[in-house]
DNA sequence: CCGGGCAGGTTGTCTAGCCATCTTTGGTGA
DNA sequence: TCACCAAAGATGGCTAGACAACCTGCCCGG
């Protein structure tokens, strides 16, 4: 009874099922206003039970494809778009998602022991090696960012092997075996030092975007953190969250002179309220 | 056998034992980096089923507090952090959320036909009434921030009628039945002009964060777009994202001189390859 | 013509159980 | 001692059904 059978090694039904009403929504059915099939519907639909519909239609709620309202049929928000966690690590798998050509060009790798602040952000003992990496990446050849990552020994150890001009770090670490499940990015505006203008060809003081990014494997080890800084006119962070799924934070840095904030989260919301009427289903 | 019953008006049960694993999790127990207990356990510990468990589970996994592998127990990230969707929305709400007071000083109320971006951002006809807010927003009265908020013809009515000094428009914009959904925020930096000098008391071209936010309502209507400027030395913002929720987008703008460039989007991930063991549980 | 109320449809919450797949652990045999 | 294997334990995926809460549209009465 399933509209297109999966194999063994396919996804699960849930994820499949998403993928296919993403694509429809991607192709205007329904379009963004309209109403989604009711859950009973699509579950005779695709042979699956109700249970897996609803597992189907909450990835597609907070990926913001669809609203819901308890009692209303579900609506279509908008169309979709790339999807990658990848693409959120990995600078290459970005670029080369939106069809350009990534670059690499090696600064410096260096191996030494951690100073407090490192060993703090990968969670290793102070002094433990760690392996200090800073890359200029390029667009089509021209640099638009400065990267310096810092890895732990045990990732770090992979890292040194590669080749310095290696596109992707990260593919490459997946491929090793090394995988990530969870990354927390701090992302601010900072002004262009005199090193950084140079390597990215910009005056001085001009504004950058900065990502503080660290990452870590689903059994909890830190695997990376990095510094990263854009320049501002050829890149920008969006974000997309939901009353049911917030993700994002807002964080003041301390007394205008700070190193170290107290955060601002974003996360879940508990309470909601309804709309009146939803007349004017807009377009 | 629910170690704490519930009445007609609380939350769901999932709800109410995330919200109680949440705060064992900010008091210590247990630990990041050790383990939860079973499903099978909490269930009989709570008197639920195990699928209202794994809905409880699900959430925490949403929200970055835990991560979980197939057929390992489920390991404690770090501890919970403040949370509220309106803290997203809101600086208002976030400020007062961190202990600090938040004010505004009304620059500009316009009631004004809409432009053709103005249209297409609030997804009305070009021509149709919108008004424009401009305020500059305090932390303890040093500005901070300047934003500029867009809204349609139904929305602006209401704002227009509060005093301008309010200090939270989304709060009584809730109080008047106008909720909020889904919001779609883009981070980047750019130069401070010679306007927003004067009025953020810095020197021009300083670096300042701007976020421009789209907000919709449950029946996909769009409430609001603002262009909010924070003083760069003030505030950042983070992100968190998960293996299994993506939220994040990065776009490039597209050759140096744009204004509406495509975009990077950050959703759902697929695939995930698991490590290899986990050995050195963290700390 | 207008308004209220009711019935049916739809989503939200929860249960009980089944099997698959993966991890961990402990024991066995080389 | 060490490598391998099997069993137990855990999560992932899915089903079928029940009831609650809520929204919408229709019908009917005023």
Redesign the pocket.
């Known amino acids: 009874m399933l509209a297109t059978p999966?194999g063994?090694h396919e996804?699960?039904?849930?994820?499949?099922i998403a993928a296919e009403i993403a694509a429809g929504i991607r192709a205007g059915t329904p379009a963004p206003g309209k109403?989604?099939?009711?859950?009973?519907?699509?579950?005779t639909r695709y042979?699956?039970?109700?249970?897996?519909?609803?597992?189907t239609?909450?990835l597609l709620?907070v990926d913001g494809l669809i609203a819901?309202?308890?009692?209303?049929?579900?609506l279509v928000l908008s169309a979709p778009r790339l999807q990658s966690f990848a693409e959120l690590m990995s600078f290459s798998a970005w670029a080369r998602a939106r069809g350009e050509q990534p670059g690499a060009l090696l600064v410096e790798l260096v191996r030494r022991p951690a100073g407090p602040l490192e060993a703090e952000r990968l969670d290793v003992p102070v002094g433990a090696v760690v392996y200090v990496m800073t890359r200029v990446r390029t667009l089509s050849g021209a640099p638009v960012m400065i990267e310096r990552t810092t890895y732990p020994e045990w990732v770090g150890r992979l890292v040194a092997a590669f080749d310095g001009e290696t596109e992707s770090i990260t593919q490459r670490l997946e491929e090793a075996g090394v995988s990530f499940a969870v990354a927390e990015h701090t992302i601010d505006a900072i002004a262009c030092g005199v090193a950084d203008a140079r390597l990215l060809g910009l005056q001085p003081r001009t504004p950058l975007l900065r990502e503080r990014r660290r990452t870590t494997a689903p059994?909890g080890r830190p695997v990376e953190w990095s510094d990263d800084r854009y320049r501002a006119d050829s890149v920008a962070f969006t974000v997309h969250n939901t009353v049911a799924t917030a993700n994002l934070t807002l964080l003041p840095l301390p007394a205008r002179n700070g190193d170290e904030p107290a955060v601002r989260t974003m996360r879940r919301q508990t309470g909601l309220t309804?709309?009146r009427?939803?007349d004017e289903p807009h377009s």
Chains 1, 2 share one sequence.
Request: charged content about 25%; overall charge positive; cysteine-free.
């Open positions: 999966r063994p996804l699960p039904a849930y994820r499949h109403q989604l099939p009711s859950e009973s519907d699509l579950a042979g699956v039970s109700r249970g897996t519909i609803r597992q239609l909450g709620q819901s309202r308890q009692g209303a049929r579900r059994d309804h709309p009427r939803p």
